[in-house]
């Protein structure tokens, strides 16, 4: 079974700081990954995913993503903090089944991202 | 609008009294997910459903049940709640297959359970 680690519960930032949020993946093949928010009170959106193609994906809200296959990782990154990025953010990894390119999605246990002005 | 509908949004109720939670979704999607979000824990699928009659065990099924005799409806059965039950419910939905559905799963605004 596929598994994701977020390192760091919490992160807290500046307004205007670099945003890093660590995701590593566990899996015996090449996934697909993603990053879903969730802003208070509200279910989750995603924000971006890899599916095999460039290993840099870009975002909505300014956010991106590398997927480096040597560290198992996908960590999210955005350059410039700003207040309405306080939020949760949750890594996730597909399975590939055939047949199905959805299959099960695997969460991790999310990143708080607090942003103080 | 292209939106997964959730009722109720917030419910308290005893043990053992049988309830259910629904989910509607308006964007023909063929995949359909139940998951439970508590504090620490992240997400964790309870069931899905790839399509119409067709459903499976997530990694917490224990206490629920599921139908799929609609496309768009996918409703979150507890016969007899517990209190470890209590928790935030969030359904998702997503096309199956290709690229433009991979992993993009749309997610209703969660039903926050309590069981006493």
């Known amino acids: 079974a596929q598994s994701v680690t977020q390192l760091g519960s919490h992160v807290s930032v500046s307004e205007g700081a670099l945003v890093l949020l660590r995701c590593n993946y566990s899996s015996s093949v090449p996934p697909y990954l993603f990053w879903y928010v969730q802003y208070p009170n509200q279910g989750l959106q995603l924000l971006l995913k890899y599916t095999s193609a460039a290993t840099l994906v870009k975002g909505i809200n300014g956010f991106e993503a590398e997927f480096k296959k040597s560290e198992t990782s996908f960590h999210l990154t955005k350059p410039s903090a700003h207040m309405s990025d306080a939020a949760e953010y949750f890594c996730?990894?597909?399975?590939?089944?055939?047949?199905?390119?959805?299959?099960?999605?695997?969460f991790g246990r999310g990143t708080q991202l607090t942003v103080w002005p | 609008e292209a939106q997964v509908t959730q009722n109720p949004r917030y419910l308290i109720t005893v043990t053992g009294k049988k309830l259910t939670v629904t989910c509607s979704q308006n964007m023909n999607h063929e995949y359909m997910s139940w998951y439970r979000q508590d504090p620490g824990l992240g997400l964790r699928q309870i069931y899905y459903s790839m399509n119409v009659e067709v459903t499976d065990k997530g990694d917490v099924p224990e206490g629920y049940k599921v139908s799929r005799k609609e496309k768009r409806n996918f409703p979150l059965i507890l016969e007899s709640p517990s209190p470890n039950q209590t928790s935030l419910y969030f359904c998702a939905s997503s096309f199956r297959g290709g690229t433009r559905g991979v992993g993009e799963l749309f997610f209703g605004e969660g039903s926050r359970l309590t069981v006493l």
């Open positions: 996730a990894v597909s399975d590939r089944r055939r047949g199905s390119t959805l299959g099960r999605l695997y």
